[in-house]
């Protein structure tokens, strides 16, 4: 496990916090495909909190995309960098999820996160952060529609709708489960939406949610855990 300092140069007010999505948004990628489902590495990124001993745990987890079977996992701890501002949880997240993929001993491949890429009110989630910050590409699989609206996909898995800001479509509601509630596929850094929808389905051949998120939402809460114990 890394221990991961706050950044001495990471923003601390939101004002400076949305300069920094301003001025990294402009490097988003999005006339990339991305990687063939069902190729190389994918790997879930996720966080747990402790907010009463201000600590953050991360967890990276490398999958075979081919056989969903773990590769590889780290993880990270840290104390929370940023407060909670709806908008801006990437600044409360990217210094131990940085630290966690850096820990790794092979290439993420395609990172997978736990939230939001292009759906985002400023169009810059947490994926899109991270993708851009990395070079990686990156989606993101949430489990809530955020701000945005959508009409009921069909019931049958793999049936998807627009999730839209207006007349935009900044992502999609994706079934993933036959008549059980959707995902929301957003696009990250270097991949486009049909392939993150793609590689969203390739990801989940038993649960709602992307084996990725499911092993790395286990992983650091375990971390979180062994953080918190008394030594």
């Known amino acids: 496990m890394t221990t991961v300092p706050i950044p001495a140069d ?14 990294l948004r402009t490097q988003v990628v999005l006339d990339e495909p991305g990687p063939p489902p069902g190729t190389g590495h994918v790997t879930g990124v996720d966080v747990a909190y402790d907010d009463e001993r201000d600590v953050v745990a991360a967890a990276a987890v490398v999958l075979d995309a081919a056989t ?29 999820v940085l630290a966690a993929l850096d820990a790794l001993p092979c290439p993420p491949g395609l990172v997978v996160c736990d939230g939001y890429g292009l759906a985002h009110p400023r169009r810059f989630g947490l994926a899109s952060h991270l993708g851009v910050l990395t070079g990686l590409p990156t989606i993101g699989v949430a489990k809530n529609p955020f701000t945005f609206t959508h009409a009921d996909p069909a019931a049958p898995r793999g049936s998807t709708s627009p ?15 036959d008549a059980v509630k959707p995902v929301f596929v957003s696009v990250g850094h ?28 286990a992983l650091c809460r375990k971390a979180l855990r062994e953080a918190a114990a008394p030594r």
């Open 10 to 23: 990471w923003p601390a007010t939101e004002e400076q916090a949305r300069a920094v999505q301003d001025r």
């Open 68 to 96: 969903l079977e773990v590769v590889a996992e780290a993880t990270a701890v840290g104390r929370i960098s940023f407060p909670y501002v709806p908008g801006l949880l990437a600044f409360r997240e990217i210094p131990t």
């Open 190 to 217: 270097r991949v486009n939406l049909d392939n993150a929808c793609a590689h969203t389905l390739a990801l989940t051949p038993k649960y709602r949610l992307p084996e990725t998120t499911r092993r790395a939402d």
């Open 163 to 177: 999730l839209l800001a207006d007349t935009e479509e900044v992502g999609r509601a994706l079934r993933t489960r």
